[in-house]
């Protein structure tokens, strides 16, 4: 456990861990094989989860996890797949992809790593960025208002989507099984602390 805990990549002081670890138990609680089981990540600070896990796994393009999944899905729809992606990615350059997806309501987990901001780029506002924020990208102050993750999906037809905080590990992997269990589309959005950049 402490050898996995130092390995995993990521901001002193940051809980990205627990999001995690959360998937990771949440799947064995299920009982699910390891044969059975496919974690996707897309692009953002911890998108090297998914090499920390004895699954099938794939690091793909920033924003190209949903495409990357549901082929999976389709080719093998006896498999669970996992799909982690982060806030500027999934809200942002390729909100088509989750829009389309959700409409589609093909049987994958969608979890999103909801920052609130660029962090890999180096500090720029996200989709989610709240107003009034300084960021590199808007010095003075963030004039623009933020996306709603669940009204999104919900606008989408999507009927699983919630959005809790990494704070509370428990409630994360329960409604992460709830999310494997549900036969279709399921979405949940992470709002992390992030504790390097979040400054709000
Ligand atoms: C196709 C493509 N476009 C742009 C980039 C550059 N890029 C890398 S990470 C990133 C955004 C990161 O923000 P977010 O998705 O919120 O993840 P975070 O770093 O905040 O965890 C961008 C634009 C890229 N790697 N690939
Ligand atoms: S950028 Fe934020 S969320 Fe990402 S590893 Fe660092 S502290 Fe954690
Ligand atoms: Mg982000």
Redesign the pocket.
């Known amino acids: 456990m402490r050898t996995w805990l130092t390995k995993f ?3 002193p ?4 861990y627990l999001i995690h670890l959360a998937i990771k138990q949440a799947v064995q609680e299920l009982q699910i094989p390891k044969y059975n089981m496919v974690y996707v990540t897309w692009i ?3 998108s090297k989860m998914s090499q920390y896990l004895d699954w099938y796994w794939s690091e793909t393009l920033h924003g190209r996890g949903l495409p990357f999944a549901t082929g999976i899905k389709l080719a093998n729809p006896d498999l669970t797949v996992i799909s982690v992606a982060w806030d500027g990615d999934s809200y942002g350059i390729w909100l088509g992809h989750l829009l389309h997806s959700a409409r589609r309501n093909i049987n994958l987990v969608h979890i999103v ?1 909801n ?1 609130e ?1 660029y ?2 780029t180096t500090w720029q506002a996200s989709p989610t960025t709240p107003v009034d924020i300084k960021t590199k990208s808007t010095p003075d102050w963030n004039s623009i208002k933020p996306l709603d993750p669940i009204w999104l999906l919900q606008s989408a037809w999507c009927e699983f989507t919630y959005s809790l905080p990494d704070k509370d590990i428990k409630w994360l992997k329960e409604k992460i099984k709830e999310a494997i269990q549900y036969p279709w589309f399921a979405h949940i959005d992470v709002q ?7 400054t709000w």
């Not at 002081?13 to 990205?16: A, E, F, L, S």
């Not at 992390?192 to 979040?198: A, G, N, V």
């Open positions: 990549q990521r901001c002081g940051c809980w990205d953002g600070c911890n790593c920052n901001n962090w890999l992390q602390q992030c504790p390097s950049w979040k």
